[in-house]
Structure formats: C-alpha cells, structure tokens
C-alpha cells in the first residue's frame, strides 16, 4: 500500500519507543513492518473523544502500534470491518439489560474499559491503556484484547474462532482452543494460579483475546504451561514472542 512507502515521521517513532516496551525487542525487519502497517492503519481510521476527551497524536500512534503486532504476518488486512475507535478518558460506563427471571428484564449500569463491536467500532479508556503498556508482561492489555476480538468479529459472529487460512486448520483450532479452554475453566474453579486471567473462562470469544494478551505479554509462561495452545497462536500470527524477551 502506498502509506507504507512514506517515510515514517520522527515524532511518531519516539513516542512509540516511549510507550510500546517490547519495541526494542523487535528485529529491524519486524519494526520497519510495523511501522508500514501503523501508517495504514492510522490512514483507514478514525479516532474520536468521548467525555470531552480531546485525541491527540500520542493516543492515536500508542493504540496503533499496540494493535498493529496483531498483523505483523502480514494478513493484509487492517481489522477489515473496524472504522471508528472511540476514546473515553478512563473507565465508562453502559446500561446493560440483563434477563434476571422468566418475565424479569434488569437494566443496570456497568463499568468498561473497552470493548469491540461486531459492525465498525471499538472503545477503549485511555487510561487503561497507559496503563496496559506501563505494565507490559503482566498478562493484560485492553488493545491486544479489543483488537484481537476484532480478528474473531471478521466472520460476523464472537465465537473465538477468527478466519483461518486453510479448512484444515479448523478442527486443529478447535481441539486445541477447547482443551486449554476447559483446562482454564477446571483451574479456576479449583483456585489454581494459572498464567491466562481468569476472565477468559468467561466464553470461548473472551478466552481466545485473553489467549491473545498471554501470547504477546507472557510467551515464556504461555509456552510452558500450556505449549500446544503456544504453538496455534505462533502458526496463527506467525509470530514468536519467546524470541522477543
């Protein structure tokens, strides 16, 4: 694409060194990629501030760069369906409607701190982000996890299973993501330490983003505690965190 042929400016380049940890630990060949994909990706979507929040150029590039080592395998698209990326200042909150009984329909308001949805837009705190990339390795990062749901979101349905590039993969991912998925499941609910939050018990489309977070901020664990998982995510990203750290 042409935006890849620009030259990537100074500025963003600093601050994607300031903000972005695991920057350093990229090949030149990975960063020089990165870079190309953040230009497209910044020129194909908007940002806009919620809460008075005002975007700035910082915020933009920090999120771009975060969900840009999604598509460091160079998929070739860029979150084909994602357009609008809104903002808040820090965790927000939504009235959901929740079934209590059999005629009983409960609206209640809950806090957020991002979240994809399935036709053109995704949300993030701003503050959860800093956050997130302050404490890079700690196994959660909101942009892995809203991006990657983004990927699972591509065939229209939440399901934890995004496109893959060959039929036959699919019943590999299945088996696979559904052993470690009840795996996690069977940890938590006996109080195990495990290396994946345990909000990815919550169903199969959150497991696969909080899969996605371990495998970008936690590989050495991932890969030991659970190395076939490790293995589908790295054939899938065709990626290799391990060598990153």
């Keep these: 694409m042409e935006y890849k042929q620009l030259p ?10 300031n903000n972005l940890p695991i920057y350093y630990c990229l090949s030149k060949g990975d960063r020089q990629r990165l870079q190309g994909h953040i230009q497209v990706f910044l020129a194909e979507k908007q940002f ?7 975007v700035t150029e910082e915020m933009k590039i920090t999120i771009a ?30 009235n959901e409607i929740a079934k209590t ?6 609206e209640k308001r809950v806090a957020r701190l991002g979240e994809s949805w399935t036709n053109d837009q995704l949300v993030l705190s701003w503050e959860q982000v800093q956050y997130d990339t302050r404490n890079w390795q700690d196994g959660r990062n909101i942009v892995l ?3 990657a749901h983004q990927l699972d979101q591509e065939d229209g349905e939440a399901e934890g299973v995004p496109i893959l590039s060959r039929k036959l993969d699919y019943p590999i991912w299945m088996q696979v993501m559904t052993a470690a998925y ?9 109080g195990r330490k495990t290396v994946m939050d345990s909000y990815g018990t919550t169903n ?6 909080v899969a996605t977070e371990t495998f970008f901020e936690k590989p050495h664990q991932l ?18 965190p391990v060598q990153w750290v």
């Excluded at 009840?182 to 006996?190: A, E, G, T």
């Design 204 to 209: 199969p489309a959150e497991f696969f983003a």
């Design 223 to 240: 890969q030991k505690q659970h190395s076939a998982l490790y293995e589908l995510l790295q054939s899938y990203y065709q990626l290799d």
């Design 182 to 190: 009840q795996q996690l499941c069977h940890d938590v609910q006996r």
């Design 145 to 147: 996890h809203e991006f």
């Design 48 to 54: 806009i501030g919620c809460n008075g929040l005002l």
């Design 8 to 17: 990537f400016p100074i500025l963003w380049n600093a601050v994607i060194e």
């Design 101 to 106: 009984g059999s005629y009983i329909v409960e």
């Design 65 to 94: 760069a975060v969900a840009c080592l999604l598509l460091l395998n160079e998929r070739g698209k860029y979150f084909l369906k994602l357009r609008s990326i809104f903002i808040y200042p820090r965790t927000y909150f939504v």
